[in-house]
């Protein structure tokens, strides 16, 4: 199963936290992962992930495996056993210390096309991000020159129609308003535990306040005052 292998997927619209709540799962020392995999999002399966740009070029990069690496990780899984992909991709990333942790999906870009990566990724708990509109359309503009319109478009075509249906009807999908996880991201984490099947122990996330500290906390709602 999957869900033996990977057993959590993050996503949400770009610069919605997703980072930020991978970042403290990954504190977990039953989690692991390395920078976005995208590998649940390729339209034309396995077979063809070594040309899905860039996804496949920053998996080699942060997760630390050579192209040699991803020949035989693609041609082991075939054209969709995701499980073989992930376990291989554990196997050979030298950035994973240790082979027996499980693994993050934290993967913005899967929600642009999230009945797939709903379908394939089977019984894997999904968290999907949300910011407040005006927070999440201020980082686009403060990260980047892009135009008011266009980052509206953006949000727009990463939340509307199905997906938000998807989303709130779907019970191993978990819903997680930014601006509450920053504030308490304790009640996340035990939740995160309970769905994928996870001993919580408070120690193991000591250090999450402080990655989430009061100057961040403040500096997400200034944009509103």
Not at 109 to 121: C, G
Not at 171 to 177: H, V
Not at 199 to 224: C, G, I, T, W
Request: charge should be positive; charged fraction near 30%; glycine fraction near 4%.
């Amino acid at each position: 199963m999957l869900r033996d292998i990977l057993k959590l997927i993050i996503t949400g619209h770009e610069h919605s936290g997703t980072t930020i709540c991978k970042q403290i799962f990954q504190l977990s020392p039953h989690l692991d992962t390395g920078f976005e995999c995208g590998i649940l999002s390729s339209t034309k399966g396995i077979r063809a992930y070594e040309k899905y740009k860039p996804y496949s070029a920053m998996l080699m990069d942060s997760w630390g495996i050579t192209p040699a690496d991803l020949k035989s990780i693609i041609s082991r899984s075939g054209t969709k056993d995701y499980e073989a992909f992930y376990y291989g991709l554990r196997e050979r990333a030298s950035n994973i210390k240790n082979k027996n942790v499980f693994l993050i999906d934290k993967t913005p870009v899967y929600i642009r096309n999230f009945s797939k990566v709903l379908r394939d990724s089977q019984d894997v708990p999904i968290f999907v991000m949300r910011k407040d509109p005006r927070n999440l359309i201020w980082s686009l503009l403060k990260r980047r020159t892009i135009k008011f319109e266009r980052a509206c478009k953006r949000f727009s075509d990463s939340y509307c129609g199905r997906n938000q249906n998807l989303i709130e009807n779907n019970p191993r999908i978990k819903l997680i308003q930014f601006e509450d996880f920053i504030m308490d991201p304790v009640t996340y984490i035990k939740d995160m535990c309970e769905r994928c099947n996870l001993e919580y122990n408070a120690e193991d996330f000591l250090a999450a306040h402080d990655m989430v500290d009061e100057k961040k906390r403040l500096s997400y709602q200034l944009p509103f005052r």
